[in-house]
């Protein structure tokens, strides 16, 4: 179906906490509101009726408000918490039918975890915080101070190594964190909101290195966070998540551009569109005369940057791709992104 291999596989996953918990998912129940709910039952649906794919190489943003069931999503991929009910694959294989063994093996070797508390342990030097994982995976004691070492050149700890966490800042706590998971080599990183505790600027220091890393190894990554901004910067597609459901599931482009409803229009209201919508989303086909002038742009240039050669030119911009002429971008285009009017985005989803 997608054109990139899928690592995790999701249909229909349901988690619901709470007594007699398999009864809910898919019957009459789990359409009452969740107070309700709650007090009809004693439970609570964390994770209602979710599917979706997250593909080889992709930086996977789940993204909500507080309690909409990011954590409990994330946890349940891996099996730290149990699904209720559903099926998840990881590279085709079943994870719910994984032995004890095999689970051990897909939270170590596959699928790494960063966690918003570093759960570093406090009496052991960063050098062997982030040889950890490979100690359990009993690799023996040269070879993982190689491989931490090379790591924590990785992740801008060089010189650091001997220290004890508490002799780091919060962000160099939190590489350390980026390290110990790197140093197993997963096939995915899972963050859980892991720079949420960072002030400001830390913050925005570790998601440029999470981009520079994902730039440099392609790494699948499954990212929560409840910071629309961090979403946008980071994903290459966000799942938004309200009361446990998927709402809506896109680039940040097809988010911004056409969201689903109003509870994800109201979500993205504050976004500044012209950073986000791309030039391809924007323009409209060629007329005659229009192949031969005005500036060019690329298809994922931005629309301000289109804006800026419009100006520029004083006239409208042609969308170029390897020398083929896609479209133009004009004023009444360009204004329509700015000032938030439904942009023409026909592959961007929008509600039924
Ligand atoms: N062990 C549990 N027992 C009962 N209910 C739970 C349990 N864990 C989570 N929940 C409930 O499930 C829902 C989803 O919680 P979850 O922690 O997944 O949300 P979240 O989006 O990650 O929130 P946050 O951003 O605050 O971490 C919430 O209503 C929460 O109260």
Redesign the pocket.
């Known amino acids: 179906m997608q054109d990139t291999a899928s690592v995790f596989s999701v249909r229909n996953l349901w988690k619901v906490?709470?007594p007699k918990a398999e009864r809910i998912p898919n019957g009459e129940l789990a359409e009452l509101p969740?107070d309700e709910l709650r007090r009809r039952t004693g439970c609570?649906v964390?994770?209602r009726d979710v599917s979706f794919d997250v593909r080889q190489g992709e930086v996977f943003v789940v993204m909500?408000?507080?309690?909409?069931?990011?954590?409990?999503?994330v946890?349940c991929l891996t099996r730290l918490?149990e699904p209720t009910s559903g099926v998840l694959e990881i590279d085709g294989e079943d994870v719910l039918a994984m032995d004890k063994a095999r689970l051990r093996e897909l939270r170590r070797h596959r699928a790494a975890m960063v966690f918003q508390h570093f759960g570093l342990l406090p009496h052991r030097s960063v050098l062997d915080n982030v040889a950890y994982g490979l100690e359990i995976q009993g690799v023996d004691r040269l070879e993982r101070r190689a491989q931490a070492m090379k790591v924590i050149a990785k992740v801008g700890l060089e010189g650091m190594e001997h220290r004890r966490p508490t002799q780091l800042s919060g962000g160099q706590q939190q590489r350390v964190g980026l390290a110990r998971a790197l140093a197993v080599d997963p096939e995915v990183l899972l963050f859980d909101?892991p720079f949420s505790a960072l002030d400001p600027l830390i913050r925005r220091d570790m998601q440029e290195e999470v981009i520079r890393l994902h730039r440099e190894e392609g790494r699948t990554m499954i990212f929560?966070t409840?910071d629309l901004n961090e979403a946008l910067r980071l994903g290459d597609r966000i799942a938004l998540?309200r009361d446990?459901a998927i709402v809506q599931c896109g680039s940040p482009e097809e988010i911004v551009a056409a969201p689903a409803d109003d509870y994800v229009r109201d979500f993205v209201r504050d976004v500044p569109r012209e950073q986000v919508i791309t030039a391809r989303t924007a323009m409209r086909p060629a007329r005659d005369g229009e192949a031969g002038v005005g500036p060019e742009v690329t298809p994922l240039s931005t629309v301000a940057t289109a804006i800026e050669a419009v100006a520029r030119d004083g006239a409208p911009a042609r969308v170029m791709d390897d020398g083929k002429l896609l479209g133009i971008v004009d004023h009444e285009a360009l204004l329509a992104v700015v000032a938030g009017l439904d942009t023409a985005s026909p592959k961007a989803g929008a509600a039924a």
């Open positions: 906490f709470g969740a609570t964390a994770v909500g408000l507080s309690g909409s069931g990011k954590s409990t999503l946890r918490i909101e929560i409840h998540m446990g």
